[in-house]
Nanobody, 125 residues
Framework: QVQLVESGGGLVQAGGSLRLSCAYS????????MGWFRQAPGKEREFVAS????????YYADSVKGRFTISRDNAKNTVYLQMNSLKPEDTAVYYC??????????????????WGQGTQVTVSS
């Protein structure tokens, strides 16, 4: 059974930085593509970033491009989301997810098989 546990959320001022981590347990981590999504109050969950298995190609939502960086450490079974230049509109619960798909741009929720419980990120103005 695959389990994902996010950490690293918190309260930060606008312009600040946070690094989220997602610890993976279960099947071979390196076989999965990984993604981050977020859900703000009253809004639908939206795609943030993804990183493919193998060559680790990355893809970002336009709203975070240039500010956020997704990376993975297969030796530690962990995926990260470095968030810089944070804005109040980045406030949301952030979720990591694992996908058995190995090709394509993985930016829809239905492409992912496993989800973490989420971690709250709050950016004050």
């Amino acid at each position: 059974q695959v389990q994902l546990v996010e950490s690293g959320g918190g309260l930060v001022q606008a312009g600040g930085s946070l690094r989220l981590s997602c610890a993976y347990s279960g099947h071979t981590f390196s076989s999965y593509s990984m993604g981050w999504f977020r859900q703000a109050p009253g809004k639908e969950r939206e795609f943030v970033a993804s990183i493919a298995w193998g060559i680790s190609s990355t893809y970002y939502a336009d709203s975070v491009k240039g500010r956020f960086t997704i990376s993975r450490d297969n030796a530690k079974n962990t995926v990260y989301l470095q968030m810089n230049s944070l804005k109040p509109e980045d406030t949301a619960v952030y979720y990591c997810a694992a996908s058995r798909l190995r090709t394509g741009v993985l930016k829809t929720q239905t492409q992912y098989d496993y989800w973490g419980q989420g971690t709250q990120v709050t950016v004050s103005s």
